[in-house]
């Protein structure tokens, strides 16, 4: 009843339903005179022509079975005239009763009743007493991911539409979604942005200050993060009242430098977990090369555990007689001074590394050119247009300006004798398209690729990237971490770090016997039981009941595992 009176008030509120409501009723109304027209016709015909008396329900009676073609025959006329008037009765009949007022109902009346259901699906509110949520300002392909992954952890989250239809839509296609513009005071009252745990605001670097003040007039102390495309908005948005800023391709580019070789065997620190680090290591000039995990003794010089190696592109789980090639690269787990250790096996810089070559000068291809500079290295800048090259002028070792797609211009770049390649444009073909194309001219190549689209992840590694990372994925994890109050985890696109209580179908086995590697592909990191964070681990370790184990993997080997495990 509640949802009726809501609907009835849509159609008598919105200006257009009004006015076809109007247009309806005046239709109605002619429809009516004629019929009464028609009736005293009848009469006259009767009484005048073929002299007969009929009652005024029988005219009436008489017309309406006329021109609705329904011609029972128990009343017709005999003459001529009768007849006609029966004609024009019978056809004005069909197109005014059984055409244009069907059409008109439909068009004026239940098209908008359908749609004012369809508006009115999406919540304006949410229930009173809500709190611990996040409130994501804009639906977007980081909004998209972010809601999955809120849904994995148990938080609620709430996505802003202003348009109701959308907004519609959204919700029957599994989303919470609010209706109400995002730069609105009503629309966060009724969010309850106040008792929110965190809003998100994830437009342009403009709507973003004003959602921003917005806000804080509604919510002093709620945690803000700020999505900025430009790095002059990160000083607007902390002026504004934004508790974190995230300038996502700046992030990105500087992700996939570290991914880079650099002449030098070194780890990466790629995330952490409380005092728990997961680095990454190229296998490469290393004195782990040809090695199985075993023969490296790096648990007990160093105490880390290789929990899983990168091969093209794709985690796999460690075990002990696990060989180590040339191209594979290492995942370990461990505190800092272990860290340390592992750095004191290493060699320095082994060789001169020749130039690195980044094809792609927008945001991401400069924030991963200086990064790299940073790091002392050379660096060779290709791009079709010398307008967007000219920003990095006087930075980078070398600039060039053409194709990418030919061959003679990349080997004129460099790409024969580099180690490593950085793809930055945003377009996921051009990027897949270079993977192949470079791989083929230089198999010994890292390439280090953005992607925009998850949909092409599989289609990238085949191609031959070696580390690939999306612009989705960084934000989603950026907003995870100040949920998780802890350093984002980007081991790399499809791969998360997460806990899941160990099932009492393992609870007392060992981690051999588990067979949690074989059956599922996870790399087990540590395990949490009660305070004491137990690391590293050996195939001995037992896996006691209440305690959590904490992984790395898929969103599809947690899926099996939960399918195996229950």
């Given at each position: 009843?509640?949802?009726?009176?809501?609907?009835?008030?849509?159609?008598?509120?919105?200006?257009?339903?009004?006015?076809?409501i109007?247009?309806?009723?005046?239709?109605?109304?002619?429809?009516?005179?004629?019929?009464?027209f028609?009736?005293?016709?009848?009469?006259?015909?009767?009484?005048?022509v073929?002299?007969?008396?009929?009652?005024w329900?029988?005219?009436?009676?008489?017309?309406?079975?006329?021109?609705?073609?329904?011609?029972?025959?128990d009343?017709?006329?005999?003459?001529d005239?009768?007849?006609?008037?029966?004609?024009?009765v019978?056809?004005?009949?069909?197109?005014?009763?059984?055409?244009?007022?069907?059409?008109?109902?439909?068009?004026?009346?239940?098209?908008?009743?359908l749609?004012?259901?369809?508006?009115?699906?999406?919540?304006?509110?949410?229930?009173?007493?809500?709190?611990?949520?996040?409130?994501?300002?804009e639906?977007?392909?980081?909004?998209?991911?972010?809601?999955?992954?809120?849904?994995?952890?148990?938080?609620?989250?709430?996505?802003?539409?202003?348009?109701?239809?959308?907004?519609?839509?959204?919700?029957?296609?599994?989303?919470?979604?609010?209706?109400?513009?995002?730069?609105?005071?009503?629309?966060?009252?009724?969010?309850?942005?106040?008792?929110?745990?965190?809003?998100?605001?994830?437009?342009e670097?403009?709507?973003?200050?004003?959602?921003?003040?917005?806000?804080?007039?509604?919510?002093?102390?709620?945690?803000?993060?700020?999505?900025?495309?430009?790095?002059?908005?990160?000083?607007?948005?902390?002026?504004?009242?934004?508790?974190?800023?995230?300038?996502?391709?700046?992030?990105?580019?500087?992700?996939?430098?570290?991914?880079?070789?650099?002449?030098?065997?070194?780890?990466?620190?790629?995330?952490?977990?409380r005092?728990?680090?997961?680095?990454?290591?190229?296998?490469?000039?290393?004195?782990?090369?040809e090695q199985?995990?075993?023969?490296?003794?790096?648990?007990?010089?160093?105490?880390?555990?290789?929990?899983?190696?990168?091969?093209?592109?794709?985690?796999?789980?460690?075990?002990?007689?696990?060989?180590?090639?040339?191209?594979?690269v290492?995942?370990?787990?461990?505190?800092?001074v272990?860290?340390?250790?592992?750095?004191?096996?290493?060699?320095?810089?082994v060789?001169?590394?020749?130039?690195?070559?980044?094809i792609?000068?927008?945001?991401?291809?400069q924030?991963?050119?200086?990064?790299?500079?940073?790091?002392?290295?050379?660096?060779?800048v290709?791009?079709?247009?010398?307008?967007?090259?000219?920003?990095?002028?006087?930075?980078?070792?070398?600039?060039?300006?053409?194709?990418?797609?030919?061959?003679?211009?990349l080997?004129?770049?460099g790409?024969?004798?580099?180690?490593?390649?950085v793809?930055?444009?945003?377009?996921?073909?051009?990027?897949?398209y270079?993977?192949?194309?470079?791989?083929?001219?230089?198999?010994?190549?890292?390439?280090?690729?953005?992607?925009?689209?998850?949909?092409?992840?599989?289609?990238?590694?085949?191609?031959?990237?070696?580390?690939?990372?999306?612009?989705?994925?960084?934000?989603?994890e950026?907003?995870m971490?100040?949920?998780?109050?802890?350093?984002?985890v980007?081991?790399?696109?499809?791969?998360?770090?997460?806990?899941?209580?160990?099932?009492?179908?393992?609870?007392?086995?060992?981690?051999?016997?588990?067979?949690?590697?074989?059956k599922?592909?996870?790399?087990?990191?540590?395990?949490?039981?009660?305070?004491?964070?137990?690391?590293?681990?050996?195939?001995?370790?037992?896996?006691?009941?209440g305690?959590?184990?904490?992984?790395?993997?898929?969103?599809?080997?947690?899926?099996?595992?939960?399918?195996?495990?229950?």
């Amino acid at each position: 009843m509640k949802f009726l009176t809501s609907q009835l008030a849509y159609l008598t509120t919105d200006p257009e339903a009004r006015s076809n409501i109007k247009t309806l009723i005046k239709y109605l109304l002619f429809l009516l005179l004629l019929v009464a027209f028609y009736a005293v016709l009848f009469h006259v015909i009767k009484a005048t022509v073929e002299h007969e008396q009929h009652s005024w329900v029988t005219g009436f009676y008489w017309t309406l079975v006329v021109m609705s073609t329904l011609g029972f025959g128990d009343i017709t006329f005999t003459s001529d005239i009768g007849r006609v008037f029966s004609i024009i009765v019978l056809l004005s009949g069909v197109v005014f009763l059984l055409v244009m007022l069907p059409f008109l109902f439909i068009r004026l009346f239940y098209a908008p009743w359908l749609e004012a259901r369809v508006r009115l699906r999406a919540p304006r509110e949410v229930r009173p007493g809500t709190q611990g949520h996040v409130i994501i300002t804009e639906h977007d392909p980081v909004a998209a991911e972010l809601a999955e992954r809120c849904a994995v952890a148990g938080i609620r989250y709430w996505i802003l539409e202003p348009d109701s239809a959308r907004a519609a839509q959204l919700h029957s296609d599994g989303l919470s979604v609010l209706v109400g513009e995002n730069d609105s005071r009503a629309t966060y009252e009724r969010a309850s942005a106040s008792t929110a745990r965190l809003v998100l605001a994830n437009c342009e670097d403009t709507t973003n200050t004003n959602v921003t003040l917005t806000v804080r007039e509604v919510a002093p102390h709620v945690p803000v993060a700020a999505i900025v495309e430009e790095e002059d908005s990160i000083d607007i948005l902390t002026l504004s009242g934004a508790t974190s800023v995230l300038p996502l391709k700046h992030q990105l580019g500087a992700y996939l430098a570290n991914r880079v070789d650099s002449g030098r065997p070194e780890p990466h620190v790629v995330g952490e977990y409380r005092n728990l680090q997961i680095i990454e290591l190229a296998a490469h000039d290393t004195p782990f090369v040809e090695q199985t995990v075993r023969e490296t003794m790096l648990r007990q010089k160093t105490g880390l555990s290789v929990v899983g190696f990168w091969q093209r592109g794709k985690l796999v789980p460690a075990y002990p007689q696990t060989p180590i090639g040339a191209a594979s690269v290492l995942v370990l787990a461990g505190t800092d001074v272990q860290v340390k250790a592992l750095e004191a096996l290493l060699p320095g810089r082994v060789h001169e590394v020749p130039p690195i070559v980044v094809i792609g000068a927008g945001k991401v291809g400069q924030a991963a050119v200086r990064a790299l500079k940073r790091k002392g290295l050379r660096v060779h800048v290709i791009d079709r247009t010398e307008s967007a090259l000219r920003p990095l002028a006087g930075e980078v070792d070398a600039l060039f300006v053409g194709d990418a797609a030919d061959r003679t211009f990349l080997e004129s770049a460099g790409l024969l004798q580099a180690r490593s390649i950085v793809l930055t444009t945003n377009d996921d073909a051009m990027n897949i398209y270079l993977s192949v194309f470079c791989r083929r001219l230089n198999p010994a190549l890292r390439i280090v690729s953005r992607i925009t689209h998850e949909r092409n992840l599989e289609a990238i590694h085949r191609a031959g990237a070696d580390f690939v990372l999306s612009y989705t994925t960084l934000g989603v994890e950026a907003v995870m971490s100040l949920l998780r109050g802890s350093p984002p985890v980007l081991l790399g696109e499809g791969v998360e770090l997460f806990t899941i209580q160990v099932p009492a179908s393992l609870a007392g086995k060992s981690l051999r016997d588990s067979g949690i590697g074989s059956k599922t592909g996870l790399s087990v990191v540590a395990l949490q039981h009660g305070k004491e964070l137990k690391t590293p681990l050996t195939s001995e370790t037992l896996l006691p009941a209440g305690a959590e184990l904490i992984m790395l993997g898929s969103d599809a080997q947690r899926g099996t595992f939960a399918d195996a495990y229950h």
